[in-house]
């Protein structure tokens, strides 16, 4: 077991009589993707080798913990999230001696480590569903996964008419050992990576095994990859719709959300709590309510939940307060801190998002308008880190990334963008490796290319080229992580107080501090708040009042 970062003093978070307050009620959380974080070996693929050499470069920009994205022994049909062994490292990624000085050196940098686990599904690689095809019909490991007879005069139509997300049916038919056709397997993504059956003893012993495994490790805590989808309905009744994705975080599906995940989140929760320094657990829940998010972070369940409602809002006012409004008042009542989330690696970066019209989603396939998006995005930023509770940054928003979205498609390795009427399938484009230096064949990612195409000029986004520059949105991160750790208005918390601004302005206060944003296309002139903190775009006070640039975030100190 690896040494262990100290657990934080305990006490009261406002808004929150007696409970406790963790470490992770204000952290900012930093996920790296590691196929595209740093490539230690040179093979043009990102490894946790490369990671633990650039752990300095995080602690220097202030974060509290890394969240890794798989590295487990994986075919990688989707990306390492078709994992064939959860206690093994794929040898793209290095070994278990890798994640282990990865683990440590982090630790002895202050940085705490967050993994990705994968509980909704496993590889068809993985050695039970090996087994459980080779064994055919009446194998007790079948019961492990939702096998199923077909409907139709010989079987053979699916079982029931989910849709996969990645697109076409949620049921892929197996072939019998003497080759005829024979049951059929859920996979609520792809094919490669069948659905496990949380209703059978044995896979909730295996996951609390899994769990303890890397606890003892030493990780601070887990990511929960589809934490929303492990239960489904019973006797998997048909949804009677079609174009299913389309109803995907507007109501309770029978393979989402269902109550019955809970338990399991509770059984893990008494885990989580024998080992010391305050280990955690982070739901991926698409819900279609906050309300419904908030029961994955009830006190004897996890400590975070994503919201996904905050990443999907546009960049307007009225729906930023109301969006704020409605998590603070949901997280509220079961104590846990509101997370708020700008980019990850399944959304197109809020640099593009920002740059394109509203409306259009969180996968576009536009670049839209460079200098706009990156100006809107500083803003919304900033506007992010200001506000009480968690933030997580996705690996390279910090120097205001686009998304690359002029890939090839030859390069593309997205399984859902190979799949018709799914998922847009246009991830790759966040996922493109982050430029370290100005020049070289893969801007410093490492010395052997990258696996996906970087775009020409990468290089003057380059860490090293924002590196101590001015204004730089490096810079501008750096300065506001650090704001938040000394400033007694920052971070933990659960409310804040609005304050009247014109029409397209949010303005809000917390303990001697106040935060106004422009959201409209034009400068705005507003009060002086106090003094000025930290702003987004340059702003100049004028007497009591100051011309607020379009697009711009500022802080005030009062």
Not at 17 to 44: E, K, L, M
Not at 76 to 88: L, T
Request: proline share 7%; charged share 20%.
């Amino acid at each position: 077991m690896t040494q262990h970062l100290a657990a934080p003093s305990t006490g009261t978070s406002d808004g929150a009589p007696g409970h406790r307050t963790g470490w992770w009620q204000d952290a900012v959380i930093y996920q790296v993707y590691p196929r595209s974080f740093a490539d230690g070996n040179g093979d043009g693929m990102g490894d946790l080798a490369g990671v633990t050499a650039r752990l300095p470069y995080l602690r220097d920009l202030g974060v509290d913990a890394v969240w890794l994205s798989p590295f487990y022994a994986s075919p990688q049909a989707d990306a390492g999230y078709d994992v064939a062994d959860y206690r093994a490292i794929d040898p793209m990624f290095g070994t278990l001696l890798d994640a282990d000085a990865l683990i440590r050196d982090a630790h002895d940098l202050g940085l705490r480590i967050i993994v990705d686990l994968v509980p909704n599904h496993s590889s068809d690689q993985h050695e039970w569903f090996k087994r459980a095809l080779a064994e055919g019909p009446g194998s007790a490991l079948r019961e492990r996964y939702h096998f199923r007879p077909g409907k139709g005069a010989t079987g053979e139509l699916p079982p029931n008419d989910w849709e996969s997300i990645f697109g076409g049916p949620a049921w892929t038919r197996t072939t019998d050992a003497d080759g005829t056709p024979g049951e059929w397997y859920l996979h609520l993504f792809a094919p490669e990576q069948p659905d496990f059956n949380w209703e059978h003893p044995a896979v909730a012993d295996e996951f609390r095994s899994i769990l303890r495994f890397w606890l003892d490790m030493g990780v601070d805590g887990f990511r929960v990859d589809v934490a929303h989808g492990l239960v489904k309905a019973e006797g998997l009744p048909d949804l009677g719709a079609h174009d299913q994705l389309k109803l995907l975080g507007n109501d309770v599906m029978p393979f989402f959300d269902q109550d019955g995940v809970h338990e399991i989140y509770r059984s893990w929760r008494t885990i989580l709590d024998e080992y010391p320094g305050d280990r955690i657990a982070v739901a991926e829940a698409w819900t279609p309510t906050v309300e419904r998010t908030a029961n994955y972070v009830r006190p004897d369940e996890m400590h975070q939940a994503f919201n996904f409602q905050y990443l999907s809002t546009a960049w307007d006012a009225a729906e930023l307060r109301t969006v704020i409004d409605t998590s603070l008042n949901a997280m509220r009542p079961v104590g846990a801190p509101t997370t708020w989330v700008l980019s990850n690696h399944d959304v197109t970066r809020h640099a593009t998002r920002f740059a394109n019209p509203a409306g259009l989603g969180t996968q576009i396939r536009t670049a839209g308008d460079r200098e706009l998006g990156l100006r809107r995005a500083r803003a919304a930023s900033l506007l992010m880190l200001a506000l009480p509770g968690s933030a997580y940054v996705y690996q390279g928003e910090e120097l205001g990334l686009p998304d690359v979205t002029d890939l090839p498609d030859e390069a593309r390795q997205d399984p859902s963008f190979f799949r018709a009427e799914g998922q847009d399938g246009f991830r790759d484009g966040c996922r493109v490796p982050i430029p370290w230096t100005r020049e070289g064949s893969s801007y410093g990612f490492g010395d052997g290319g990258s696996w996906l195409p970087q775009p020409t000029g990468w290089g003057e986004l380059s860490i090293e080229a924002q590196t101590g520059v001015s204004g730089s949105t490096l810079e501008l991160y750096r300065a506001a992580i650090a704001a938040r750790r000394v400033h007694p208005g920052l971070g933990a918390g659960t409310a804040v107080e609005w304050l009247d601004g014109p029409e397209g302005v949010l303005v809000f206060a917390r303990p001697g501090f106040v935060c106004t944003v422009n959201t409209t296309g034009a400068p705005v002139r507003v009060p002086v708040r106090g003094t000025v903190l930290l702003s987004s775009s340059p702003v100049q006070a004028d007497g009591a009042e100051i011309e607020l640039p379009a697009d711009t975030t500022v802080w005030w100190t009062v």
